[in-house]
């Protein structure tokens, strides 16, 4: 048999090394332990899900990812351009292997119609933001500078607040978070990421039979 | 991933063609009386016959169970669901087993589809009914049974409202179910029962949850039943994946080719996709030895050359030693459950592994794997058969030599060959093999929870396969007497034992009254050692001795079996079994033995959780266990 089932480049090193080509067990000497699934670098992954916009998607979603132990940083839910088909944005920290995990077992549910991991993928990401920051007589043009250097947008001045609207990605309004913070955050809502992969390729298209 | 192609329909395993035949209460035999029973039925699917009365939400689900095929289900009345039972009248076809508790219901579902590849189906009312059928829809889950559990719910306007026995029924098997519905407009009904159906044996099988509000059930409605090619397109969510990728079996039969010491480890999926064929031709072809999974027993035939045994926790040692030194696990239909692999780090050490599953989410859950197979069992093995060469034994004359060896050395070490156990008591491992010898190996045989159910998986002697039935995902305590109620049902021309310790049977006893009322003939082996077995044996071995809570007195059975009216037999000696089984089985009903076993045997050998296959506890105390 001329296929070598050791040269495929899928097994452990350190296993490979171990498989005695020979017949028998070298009975004195333990093998290395065996590699568990995972167990490599944890990262943000960003998974979106295409699903049917039915009562109840939404809980069957979560109440999966609690009970397998999947923490989700944030989730975003919308409407397609298709009534019946609802969008979810999830993003959630884990190695690879846990990632595709949550993927299978999202897909798993009836109501799931595709699940992707975009973490890799060329996207668009966006966030919104509203930020309501104290802002007094005495520095509220300070604030007002600093919004507008950030490519913030005030949308509601009071006495003593000012809320901002930003949009970008989730490192650029942790950034303009973490600047305006010194003046003091009264009220901070954010929506979570949304995403969208680059190119004509659609994912919604992809699911219509 | 993409769900796959609809044009490509899901496997349907809605009546078994395979071995055993199965014989209903409803013949099926081309005799008058079935021809009456189709007319009847005919008639019940609106062709031709129409009610004396309006048609109700009731009468869709009845209609909607018989397009099923369903010929029984299990269920108890309450409040919401009593509009069913004021039409069940009409549908005589449909037979209904009042259980004594909605969880003895659920189980006798789940044990109905596992001997018949059928949708089992049990119902319940709201409130305590539902969550008293909660154990049961978990123990399906888990195991992977298709079932479809149905209850009433309080009236649409009164949901959310806490009402007289109200409670989310919903939310709580959302988590637990491979699907679930709320109905509170009848005319959804015929959709959703067709989807549930379709649901609950397509792909994995598993159970779904129907809930139905009381309006619903009273509603009137001209409802039309679909077709399954519009309920498939209606589910554009489950689509799935039967067929393994081409490629990947190239994969797997180089790596079948390339093997010196390969090992099959076969598992339910096999059962449930009607595989045992395919699988015995493809072992034989390529030579290659199979060990099984509690709920992989019934695969092969025991008796088989290239049947090796059960593995696991408390599997044979010579199977466990034979994965611990394979260089190759092909893994078919099951899971690499915790009791299957003990601690991962030390699994099969040597071993690279082809994992088929028809759910791709099993596949590097546990265990990571060398060539993954998404497929049904049936297709995958029917598509690489062709593909592996045939080997000739004699290539594998060494290994099989150290198997053999090796399985001689495991069975003689913990086999009690004259039925005592230490100080001439009564040994379980012996009165599981009477019962196996005495029956020819030809019944069903369902299993509680605990040391019970390990003495049947090694020592009945199967040859069949559902013929075996246990719980063994979630561990169900109790699920024996109503799971062999269900089983002996659907397949009632088998003898039908319930192998359970006096623990799980003091959970459920109280089925003893359906047996009777039903005229259900199961014959229970109560194996009696007035303890909670494998929880005293954990606390003798891994908590030092301290039997808190692990003495369980029980009533006297015999009293007990005959105040429902049940014939039962005592067996305190070796010397009594052959008799007792024998007696029992002369019973023209239900019957019951009572086996006083002796208190403290042990179920050896043991993996203690967390240890590997390889530090299995063979002996603990006296050499005499």
């Keep these: 048999m001329s296929a070598d089932p050791h040269s495929n480049g899928q097994v452990p090193a350190a296993r490979a090394a171990a498989q005695s080509p020979s017949k028998h067990i070298p009975a004195h000497s333990a093998p290395p332990p065996r590699a568990l699934p995972g167990g490599g670098e944890t990262r943000r992954h960003v998974l979106v899900a295409v699903v049917l916009n039915k009562p109840g998607v939404l809980n069957r979603v979560s109440s999966l990812m609690r009970a397998r132990n999947f923490n989700i940083d944030s989730l975003a839910v919308s409407h397609t351009d298709s009534d019946d088909v609802s969008r979810m944005t999830i993003t959630l920290h884990g190695d690879d292997v846990a990632v595709e995990q949550a993927a299978k077992q999202l897909y798993r549910l009836i109501d799931v119609l595709k699940v992707q991991d975009v973490t890799a993928e060329p996207t668009i990401q966006q966030e919104l933001a509203l930020v309501k920051i104290r802002a007094t007589d005495s520095n509220r043009v300070e604030v007002l500078k600093l919004v507008e250097l950030s490519r913030g947008r005030v949308v509601d001045l009071a006495d003593g607040s000012v809320i901002v609207e930003v949009t970008g990605t989730e490192s650029e309004i942790d950034a303009f978070v973490a600047l305006v913070r010194t003046y003091g955050i009264k009220e901070l809502v954010r929506t979570g990421a949304v995403v969208m992969a680059r190119g004509s390729a659609s994912i919604e298209e992809a699911i219509k039979r | ?625």
């Design chain 2, 1 to 625: 991933m993409t769900k796959g192609d609809p044009a490509n329909p899901p496997r349907s395993i809605g009546l078994t063609t395979a071995a055993p035949e199965r014989r209903s209460h409803v013949p099926n035999d081309g005799s008058s009386e079935a021809a009456a029973v189709e007319r009847a039925r005919k008639e019940m699917l609106h062709e031709g016959r129409e009610l004396k009365r309006t048609r109700i939400g009731a009468d869709v689900l009845c209609e909607a169970l018989l397009r099923q095929g369903v010929d029984v289900f299990f269920s108890y009345p309450g409040g919401v669901i009593l509009p069913l039972y004021d039409v069940l009248g009409d549908y005589p076809e449909l037979r209904h087993v009042l259980v004594r508790h909605e969880q003895g219901g659920a189980h006798a579902a789940d044990g109905y589809a596992r001997v018949t590849g059928r949708v089992g189906v049990c119902m319940g009312t709201s409130g305590p009914g539902a969550t008293n059928l909660v154990t049961g829809i978990g123990t399906a889950l888990l195991d992977s049974v298709p079932m479809v559990a149905i209850t009433g719910n309080v009236p649409s306007a009164l949901i959310g409202k806490d009402a007289f026995q109200e409670i989310d029924i919903n939310g709580i098997t959302l988590p637990m179910t491979k699907h679930n519905y709320l109905v509170r407009d009848a005319d959804d009904l015929p959709r959703v029962v067709a989807e549930a159906f379709h649901i609950a044996r397509s792909g994995r099988p598993g159970p779904v949850h129907i809930d139905i509000t009381k309006d619903a059930l009273q509603q009137e409605t001209q409802a039309e039943h679909p077709s399954e090619a519009e309920v498939i397109a209606g589910l554009p969510g489950f689509r799935p994946n039967l067929d393994g990728h081409s490629r990947q079996l190239k994969l797997a039969a180089a790596e079948i080719a390339a093997a010196r010491r390969p090992v099959i480890l076969a598992g339910h999926g096999v059962l449930h996709a009607q595989a045992w064929d395919e699988l015995r031709a493809f072992a034989e072809k390529a030579q290659i030895p199979v060990a099984w999974t509690l709920l992989g027993i019934g695969v092969i035939d025991e008796t088989h050359p290239l049947a090796y045994g059960y593995m696991g926790m408390h599997g044979w040692k010579h199977v466990n030693r034979a994965i611990q030194s394979a260089d190759l696990l092909f893994a078919i239909g099951m899971r690499f459950d915790d009791r299957v692999t003990g601690n991962v780090r030390t699994y099969a050490p040597y071993a690279r592994i082809v994992h088929v599953d028809i759910d791709p989410a099993e596949i590097g859950k546990n265990v990571a794997v060398e060539v993954p197979i998404v497929g049904d069992a049936g297709r995958v093995l029917r598509a690489l058969t062709p593909m592996v060469e045939a080997v000739d034994p004699a290539t594998r004359a060494s290994y099989f030599a150290q198997l053999a060896d090796w399985k001689a050395d495991s069975v003689a070490s913990s086999w009690h060959g004259s039925g005592a156990w230490r100080d001439g008591l009564l040994s379980a491992d012996y009165v599981i093999e009477r019962i196996g010898e005495l029956t020819d190996h030809e019944a069903t045989y369902v299993a509680d929870v605990g040391q019970n159910q390990m003495w049947l998986a090694r020592y009945a002697g199967f040859r069949h396969p559902n013929t075996h039935v246990s719980s063994g995902g979630l561990g169900t305590m109790g699920y024996s007497v109503p799971a062999a109620m269900g089983a002996a049902l659907g397949c009632p021309e088998r003898e039908t034992w319930a192998i359970t310790g006096d623990g799980g049977f003091q959970m459920t006893s109280q089925e003893l009254m359906t047996l009777v009322a039903d005229h259900i003939p199961v014959k229970i082996a109560l194996l009696d050692n007035k303890k909670l077995g494998m929880i005293r044996q954990w606390q003798e071995i891994i908590y030092a001795g301290n039997y808190h809570s692990s003495n369980l007195p029980g009533p006297d059975f015999a009293k007990l079996a005959d105040a429902y009216g049940i014939p039962a037999f005592r067996a305190r000696t070796p010397g009594d079994v052959d008799e007792a089984i024998r007696s029992a089985q002369a019973v023209d009903g239900p019957a019951l033995i009572w086996f006083e076993i002796a208190e403290e045997q042990n179920i050896f050998p043991m993996m203690p959780a967390g240890k590997g296959l390889s530090d299995l506890i063979e002996k603990w105390g006296g050499a005499d266990e």
